[in-house]
């Protein structure tokens, strides 16, 4: 968050208005340092009465408008928060921490086309801060920019070469433009840098990877691995279920599919998943009737065709 990289010693110096007393200023001064403690805090309505309050005093302070900005961040009032952050670039254009929060507002409200346009602004000023570049190739990935999505993470990678920020990002950028051997490749780098303290989601997306490559028993361990973390992990159960389907272990992907089922009984999906690995078992009635729960829920085109299936072999 910005508000955790104001630096206090530097505001205190910076406010020096020529119309405004020694006693103000040390007000001033004085609310800003609280206010953003109170940020810190997760006090979000306390130091906005700290920033407004300065706000009445001088209301061009930049320190105050940005912290009202961060304030309505916290508490995810993007579209609030924006209005602040632009008029502090009104009063000071080129304000790092209001371009930062202005940004960070346009990728919450998936604007990221705007979101690039301001974080490219900041790195007129700063093009060395990490945590930007890895924000702006995000934003890129979203907008489905592979080049420079690819050049960002990249150059964080030459500047901190285990940054798990970009390694992640890179691992999903191949993932979206179905590269999944490269993605595998950042994915693993995850998984040793953090043998200790392994992410759930960096094995789950090991496993996917490996699914979408069809190398099925090669997925299987690192599902396994996610579900002895976390057991009702869906992405790790209907992995499994899905590596198992691939082998042509239709009993094997019962299993995960119907465990996916007892937590979410109405997962249309699932249920045609189920349908079809009963149907491949010749379990034809038990194959009809998850079928049929799935088409109460809604229509499905999976579940008719699995339907006309069972028909076409005379079982219906």
């Not at 993470?153 to 433009?177: P, R, T, W």
């Not at 010749?282 to 065709?305: G, Q």
Request: proline share 1%.
């Amino acid at each position: 968050m910005i508000d955790d990289n104001i630096d206090i010693d530097e505001l205190t110096q910076k406010l020096s208005e020529d119309n405004l007393s020694e006693d103000q200023l040390n007000e001033i001064s004085e609310l800003s340092k609280k206010g953003y403690q109170l940020l810190k805090e997760n006090l979000t309505d306390r130091a906005s009465d700290c920033f407004s309050q300065i706000l009445s005093i001088d209301p061009e302070n930049n320190y105050a408008l940005v912290g009202l900005g961060d304030a309505c961040r916290k508490k995810r009032k993007f579209k609030d928060a924006v209005d602040y952050y632009q008029k502090c670039l009104q009063f000071h254009p080129g304000n790092n921490y209001a371009l930062f929060g202005l940004a960070d507002c346009y990728k919450a409200l998936n604007q990221y086309n705007r979101a690039i346009d301001i974080w490219e602004e900041y790195l007129h000023h700063d093009d060395k801060n990490i945590t930007v570049l890895t924000r702006i190739a995000d934003a890129y990935r979203k907008v489905r920019n592979f080049k420079r999505s690819n050049e960002l993470y990249q150059k964080v990678l030459e500047m901190e070469e285990n940054n798990s920020y970009a390694l992640i990002g890179l691992g999903h950028l191949y993932y979206d433009f179905k590269e999944y051997a490269d993605a595998l490749k950042y994915w693993k780098r995850m998984l040793d840098i953090n043998k200790d303290a392994v992410d759930i989601r960096v094995l789950t997306s090991i496993g996917n990877c490996y699914r979408k490559l069809k190398t099925f028993s090669e997925g299987v361990s690192y599902f396994e691995k996610a579900l002895s973390i976390q057991p009702d992990n869906f992405y790790a159960l209907f992995g499994l279920a899905d590596c198992f389907r691939g082998m042509n272990k239709q009993d094997k992907s019962l299993e995960y599919w119907n465990r996916i089922l007892k937590k979410d009984p109405r997962n249309k999906v699932i249920l045609t998943r189920a349908g079809d690995a009963y149907r491949n078992m010749e379990d034809y009635e038990k194959a009809e009737e998850y079928y049929n729960k799935a088409l109460n829920i809604e229509f499905d085109t999976y579940a008719i065709l699995g339907l006309v299936l069972i028909n076409r072999q005379g079982q219906l």
